[in-house]
């Protein structure tokens, strides 16, 4: 293990490491806020459940759209520098709107300005998501290539140590802390993010690239001007003497600059346009195409009604944020043995296979919240928290099963060259996807009138939900046939 821990630093660096680390960390420590986010929206704005989720729906939508930052650290560098520069900007972005909310009470009441700046923080969070990644991508192919796969671990060891931290630190702050104070609380953890940004160097020599041809682009329309016009004007000139010099000097750094700034925008416009027109010619590719298809359909035509349960269970069980909190805990471990379970047991099996018998076992879990709805456990004796917990357990390590195919697949499909881009791309299909399918649950919870107190029609919303988690077994034949997890 220290040999391990003295190559790692060896090749990137204690600076490079920790700021991996407390990005992944932060990440993963997002439920201890949004624990009370989701709080704050019930309780506090009085909002039903499909409000709730359609609020929370476009504050996360900024994930969707990953390919986005992508491009813009890849194709404009500030300063020179592609990745610090936006790291620095997204961790201000995630880092003012929990101070904003936790200092001002009535835009934290608000139902607008507080969906405002979730997205703005969503949007950071995102951002700083890609921006690492590609770190992370750079710093392994200019330094060691045998650490890739354990620096992959260092990222989500972090996010997943996170994740257990937030979600039981964050039921126990609910229930001894206000809501402004949490976020106030969160916040240090963006500091400590901004404040490492300082502490990693990143070389800048492809943006003075960009700048000595743009330099040496100037310079060459420089020295045609003054060719052409030391032919006509040449006379005039040695009249008027020293006196036009100076304007002359100025004139011709005006121009300089001019010849600069478009030949840099023009660089930066070009380098858009092919990132865009590779990612577009990559994805109309059946091969691409039609999993990613799949994938997309399967997360939107499944109605997410995790909103409804939350309302459910804190407001007809009565569960405490302190339980909840631990519910997420027991699901962030089981998270991590559906992995194992599928790198030891399934990676070799036909994706295929692999997905029916996944959508069937997240189906037949589903019934479980028609069975806590429905209190059809209460004669046997079995409590409401032992049901949420193995509902939250199970359910966690099957999607797994169906996320961990998604990666791997991914991953194949990627042509050399835009590998980066595109599987950000193929994420943010993901992110949006399961954005798209909240929608879904949301206005599905409004059709049968499931409000805050009124949860009649619960069952059958359920019910529904599972009827469409066998939908999309019927397209499978969209994933390749031959298929399977092993990663090549």
Not at 29 to 55: E, G, M, N
Not at 130 to 142: F, G, N, P, Y
């Amino acid at each position: 293990m220290m040999k391990w821990a003295k190559q790692m630093h060896k090749a990137f660096g204690s600076s490079f490491l920790w700021l991996v680390f407390l990005v992944y960390f932060t990440q993963g420590f997002r439920s201890f806020v949004w624990t009370a986010v989701s709080y704050q929206l019930k309780d506090r704005l009085k909002l039903s459940p499909s409000a709730s989720q359609l609020i929370s729906s476009v504050a996360f939508f900024p994930w969707s759209i990953k390919p986005l930052y992508g491009i813009l650290s890849d194709c404009i560098p500030i300063r020179g520098r592609k990745r610090v520069p936006y790291l620095i900007i997204a961790t201000l972005l995630s880092l003012f709107p929990w101070i904003i909310l936790g200092l001002n009470a009535s835009l934290m009441s608000s139902h607008w300005p507080l969906t405002i700046l979730l997205t703005t923080q969503n949007v950071g969070s995102a951002m700083a998501d890609v921006v690492v990644d590609a770190m992370i991508a750079e710093a392994v192919r200019l330094e060691r290539a045998s650490l890739a796969g354990d620096l992959q671990s260092v990222s989500w060891s972090a996010m997943a140590l996170g994740g257990i931290c937030g979600s039981l630190l964050g039921g126990y702050a609910l229930t001894n802390l206000e809501i402004d104070t949490i976020f106030l609380l969160f916040s240090v953890l963006p500091t400590m993010q901004l404040l490492s940004c300082g502490l990693v160097e990143e070389d800048s020599s492809g943006g003075k690239a960009l700048l000595d041809q743009a330099d040496s682009s100037s310079s060459h329309h420089s020295d045609t001007e003054n060719s052409l016009n030391g032919r006509t004007n040449g006379s005039i000139s040695r009249r008027k003497g020293f006196k036009n010099q100076k304007s002359k000097k100025d004139v011709k750094k005006k121009s300089d600059a001019l010849v600069k700034e478009r030949y840099m925008i023009m660089h930066w416009l070009h380098s858009l346009k092919l990132a865009v027109y590779s990612l577009c010619q990559a994805f109309r590719q059946p091969m691409i195409f039609r999993p990613m298809a799949w994938f997309f359909f399967a997360q939107v035509v499944v109605p997410n009604l995790s909103t409804v349960m939350f309302y459910y269970q804190t407001e007809f069980l009565h569960l405490e944020p302190s339980f909840l909190g631990t519910a997420r805990v027991v699901g962030w471990f089981s998270l991590m043995l559906g992995t194992l379970v599928y790198n030891r047991y399934l990676k070799r099996m036909k994706l295929r296979r692999i997905l029916m018998f996944a959508h069937i076992g997240i189906a037949v879990l589903t019934l479980l919240d028609i069975v806590l709805v429905s209190r059809l456990h209460v004669p046997f004796y079995i409590s409401d928290k032992l049901v949420v917990l193995f509902g939250s357990a199970l359910a966690d390590a099957v999607n797994q099963l169906k996320f961990m195919p998604f990666l791997i697949l991914s991953g194949k499909l990627c042509p050399p060259g835009i590998e980066g881009t595109l599987f950000a791309l193929f994420m943010s299909i993901n992110n949006l996807s399961s954005t798209l399918g909240s929608f879904v649950g949301a206005g599905l919870a409004s059709m049968l009138n499931i409000s805050s107190g009124s949860f009649d029609n619960l069952v059958l919303g359920i019910a529904i939900q599972v009827f469409c988690t066998f939908l999309p077994i019927f397209f499978l034949f969209l994933i390749p046939k031959e298929a399977t997890g092993v990663s090549a």
